[in-house]
């Protein structure tokens, strides 16, 4: 018995029927409408480029390149696409919030968890007699490569701090796993739990390994770059696009978002 999970192959698999696909299509538009009407326009254009990123990952590298994307039951492209920006465009936007301390910060993670957990109960109910899509990857030709980057990233920050004397200058490394860890759990959770996620597996500890190892590795690798990028873009422009009256260096916007605390209206 293998018991590094780690090191074991992952399939990452979803059985869903179409009606899930309009279903969460409409979600994203609703979601896209509520962050342009509350001006939070640099996180909308931040989710709508993680869902492109999504996309040139999922299909060019995960199916054209290492050919282990595989599908039955519908077009390899279109629910790809559909997906890389379903769960582009909602991670990155949460991430971003996140990030932010946005002050409606409860009121976000509840839009995405209670769609995520509903969607696959409605499909379910109002599409039951449709025939179901099947779309699988393995892992075991990148994991190494993820977790090259996830090393280079953590590895990075850890230096910067390890040399940063000003404490308050420093990446905040325990809120940046928890949030990467917890936005994959989260997704990969409410689809297990809604039947998608490894839907065929009889195993649960199979079911279990793609949730345990894609919760700590997916989502997280990208945690310190996304982290650069947010204080960066933060550090010139405002969340309506307008530019700060006051620029900061990287250094003074880590210290600014130090100092944010997680708040209500």
Same mark, same amino acid.
């Given at each position: 018995?293998?018991?590094?999970?780690?090191?074991?192959?992952?399939?990452?698999?979803?059985?869903?029927?179409?009606?899930?696909?309009?279903?969460?299509?409409?979600?994203?538009?609703?979601?896209?409408?509520?962050?342009?009407?509350?001006?939070?326009? $640099?996180?909308?254009?931040?989710?709508?480029?993680?869902?492109?990123?999504?996309?040139?990952?999922?299909?060019?590298?995960?199916?054209?390149?290492?050919?282990?994307?595989?599908?039955?039951?519908?077009?390899?492209?279109?629910?790809?696409?559909?997906?890389?920006?379903?769960?582009?465009?909602?991670?990155?936007?949460?991430?971003?919030?996140?990030?932010?301390?946005?002050?409606?910060?409860?009121?976000?993670?509840?839009?995405?968890?209670?769609?995520?957990?509903?969607?696959?109960?409605?499909?379910?109910?109002?599409?039951?007699?449709?025939?179901?899509?099947?779309?699988?990857?393995?892992?075991?030709?990148?994991?190494?490569?993820?977790?090259?980057?996830?090393?280079?990233?953590?590895?990075?920050?850890?230096?910067?701090?390890?040399?940063?004397?000003?404490?308050?200058?420093?990446?905040?490394?325990?809120?940046?796993?928890?949030?990467?860890?917890?936005?994959?759990?989260?997704?990969?959770?409410?689809?297990?739990?809604?039947?998608?996620?490894?839907?065929?597996?009889?195993?649960?500890?199979?079911?279990?390994?793609?949730?345990?190892?894609?919760?700590?590795?997916?989502?997280?690798?990208?945690?310190?770059?996304?982290?650069?990028?947010?204080?960066?873009?933060?550090?010139?422009?405002?969340?309506? $696009?307008?530019?700060?009256?006051?620029?900061?260096?990287?250094?003074?916007?880590?210290?600014?978002?130090?100092?944010?605390?997680?708040?209500?209206?």
């Amino acid at each position: 018995m293998n018991i590094n999970l780690l090191a074991s192959e992952v399939i990452a698999q979803r059985v869903f029927n179409p009606l899930y696909i309009y279903l969460d299509i409409a979600f994203l538009i609703v979601l896209c409408v509520l962050l342009a009407v509350k001006k939070k326009y $640099l996180t909308l254009l931040w989710g709508i480029a993680g869902g492109v990123l999504y996309m040139v990952v999922d299909y060019g590298i995960f199916h054209l390149l290492t050919g282990s994307r595989s599908i039955e039951g519908g077009n390899l492209f279109w629910v790809l696409l559909w997906m890389s920006m379903s769960y582009g465009i909602t991670n990155f936007v949460w991430i971003w919030l996140w990030f932010s301390k946005d002050k409606y910060l409860a009121e976000w993670s509840f839009l995405i968890v209670v769609w995520w957990i509903a969607a696959p109960m409605l499909a379910n109910t109002f599409g039951a007699d449709l025939p179901p899509i099947k779309i699988q990857r393995t892992t075991g030709a990148y994991h190494g490569y993820m977790a090259l980057i996830l090393v280079l990233g953590y590895g990075a920050a850890i230096c910067y701090n390890l040399f940063q004397k000003d404490k308050s200058k420093r990446f905040p490394l325990l809120w940046m796993l928890a949030i990467g860890v917890l936005v994959q759990f989260a997704w990969e959770f409410s689809l297990l739990v809604g039947g998608i996620r490894s839907a065929e597996f009889a195993d649960w500890g199979q079911k279990l390994t793609t949730l345990v190892v894609n919760s700590l590795l997916e989502t997280n690798l990208g945690a310190v770059p996304i982290y650069c990028i947010y204080a960066l873009v933060t550090s010139r422009y405002r969340e309506d $696009l307008r530019r700060r009256s006051l620029a900061v260096t990287f250094c003074g916007r880590l210290k600014e978002l130090n100092e944010t605390r997680v708040r209500g209206e």
